[in-house]
């Protein structure tokens, strides 16, 4: 997925299309919870996190990114 995003941004740059990768770690959602209860859940990622860097890449302010590949592993 990450060579296709990196290939895809080279490709129709021209066009003025950007393609950027978001990896998160684990998503806190309470299916996960429920599935890992005895889990250490206090580097998970709330999925707010998740749409604000999202929100970002959607905006004017990352028009310059294009192929990168964003971690968003939670707070430390």
């Known amino acids: 997925m990450l060579a296709f995003a990196g290939a895809v941004a080279v490709e129709y740059k021209a066009k003025g299309?950007?393609?950027n990768t978001v990896v998160p770690s684990v998503i806190d959602t309470?299916?996960?919870r429920a599935a890992?209860?005895?889990a250490d859940t206090s580097r998970w990622v709330p999925p707010e996190d998740i749409a604000t860097v999202i929100r970002f890449l959607a905006g004017e302010e990352s028009a310059p990114t294009s192929g990168a590949t964003i971690p968003v592993y939670g707070r430390a």
């Open 36 to 38: 890992q209860p005895d």
């Open 30 to 32: 309470p299916t996960n």
């Open 17 to 19: 299309v950007r393609c």
